[in-house]
């Protein structure tokens, strides 16, 4: 064994208190973080003492440790007792009525510091919640802490996830945003979406704001993005045409997302593969294998798809596609293709409206009503119902968090009655 690992798991066997625990499973993981760098991770799953072995060999029987380690860092980022039970002696202990005590080993565990870098956002029995803020607005992506402990004070529940940067990499500045000085911005971000009423039973056309963060100066924006993997994405905006269908069908193969990392390769941190950039020639060659993709399965298509973006991701290349025209598009107007990242092959696609028919939502749904509000009447109905708050956004340009105003919108125009709508309602 590497004398690394055996070091870190006699550490963590006294650290936690898993002396009469038995080491069961053991293994090395990766990801490329939001800064393209290659994260490499060592998680240990300690059964306790006097348990049966499961039958199931992916489960763990009360009481397992289930504690994972930043091999760039050196630091815990998870360690969790199942269901909350834990027969650990000489581990962790709080004083459960004095939270400082706990936020005291948190600070020596992350090695940041309390209100400077991290703060409480809630506190429940026997749960610590913290997550970042800067100068009390909100930042994304942000850090998150959570701490539980059992009736006793000891430690059950540990998860550090994040890198907390935003105080290194903030930019100081004043709010001076307001909805009336990015009006114009918010009337570009209203588009005409069709929309699963569960509650009618029908597809309604719905005009909704799309999120965006718009910057503090007001001049610019930075969007609303659900996953850093976008971030790294290569903008395409390449409108796929053919003149002639294939006749073969497009075949689905098993994707393999699961990596075998050794020992050599965590402790060298070895880039991964996902980091690297996506060529000209790669590009191309992604472009010619959706074009392919797209003449197998949706032969009568052309020109309706546009291929938006690429990035890699668990060793394939995501190509992203939208409907081309946006605003006749529904919300669920959208194909994943996943591409061999070595034989610049498609083997394999999500279709966001095919997913929805399978799973038998959308069959029992009537049609969207006739339009009869325009987008400019839809906004102005909208106006009172705009929000924007501040928050630092990270600028993947710039390199640091900068002050913007999240630009929301709770509310939706029905396209057909022009009614005002909550959009959780429908």
Not at 244 to 249: P, R
Request: hydrophobic fraction near 35%.
């Amino acid at each position: 064994m590497n004398s690394n690992i055996q070091e870190l798991i006699e550490k963590t066997r006294m650290k936690f208190g898993l002396d009469h625990y038995h080491l069961k499973r053991q293994g090395y993981s990766r990801y490329v973080n939001m800064f393209n760098e290659t994260i490499y991770r060592f998680s240990m799953e300690w059964f306790p003492p006097h348990q049966a072995e499961p039958e199931d060999d992916d489960s763990n029987p009360e009481g397992t440790a289930v504690i994972e380690v930043n091999l760039n860092t050196g630091q815990y980022e998870m360690v969790i007792f199942v269901m909350g039970k834990t027969f650990a002696k000489d581990g962790v202990k709080f004083d459960s009525h004095n939270p400082n005590d706990i936020i005291h080993w948190v600070e020596q565990e992350t090695g940041l510091t309390y209100k400077e870098h991290f703060q409480l956002q809630k506190a429940e029995d026997g749960e610590l919640f913290f997550d970042e803020k800067m100068d009390g607005y909100p930042v994304t992506p942000s850090g998150t802490i959570e701490v539980n402990w059992d009736q006793d004070g000891k430690l059950v529940y540990f998860v550090h996830h994040g890198p907390f940067l935003a105080k290194k990499l903030m930019r100081n500045e004043e709010y001076a945003l307001c909805v009336e000085r990015i009006e114009d911005i918010a009337k570009q971000q209203v588009q005409r979406l069709e929309w699963p009423s569960f509650e009618q039973n029908r597809i309604r056309s719905v005009y909704a704001l799309e999120e965006i963060y718009v910057k503090n100066d007001g001049t610019g924006n930075i969007p609303f993005e659900w996953g850093h993997e976008e971030t790294h994405c290569i903008k395409m905006n390449q409108v796929m045409e053919w003149d002639e269908s294939l006749n073969d069908s497009f075949e689905k193969k098993e994707l393999n997302i699961h990596e075998d990392i050794s020992a050599e390769q965590a402790f060298s941190f070895e880039p991964s593969p996902d980091t690297m950039p996506i060529s000209r020639e790669e590009q191309d060659e992604c472009i010619e294998a959706v074009r392919t993709f797209l003449r197998q399965e949706y032969p009568k298509d052309t020109g309706k798809w546009v291929l938006n973006t690429l990035h890699r991701h668990q060793g394939y290349i995501h190509a992203i596609l939208k409907a081309s025209h946006q605003e006749d598009s529904g919300f669920m107007d959208k194909i994943k293709v996943f591409i061999d990242a070595n034989s610049f092959k498609a083997v394999n696609y999500i279709d966001k409206k095919e997913m929805f028919q399978v799973c038998g939502i959308l069959d029992p749904f009537q049609a969207a009503s006739e339009i009869t509000i325009s987008k400019k009447e839809a906004f102005e109905k909208l106006r009172d119902y705009l929000e924007l708050t501040p928050i630092y956004v990270y600028d993947f340009v710039q390199k640091q968090y900068v002050l913007c105003g999240k630009l929301d919108c709770h509310y939706g125009v029905d396209a057909s009655s022009g009614e005002v709508i909550p959009l959780q309602g429908i």
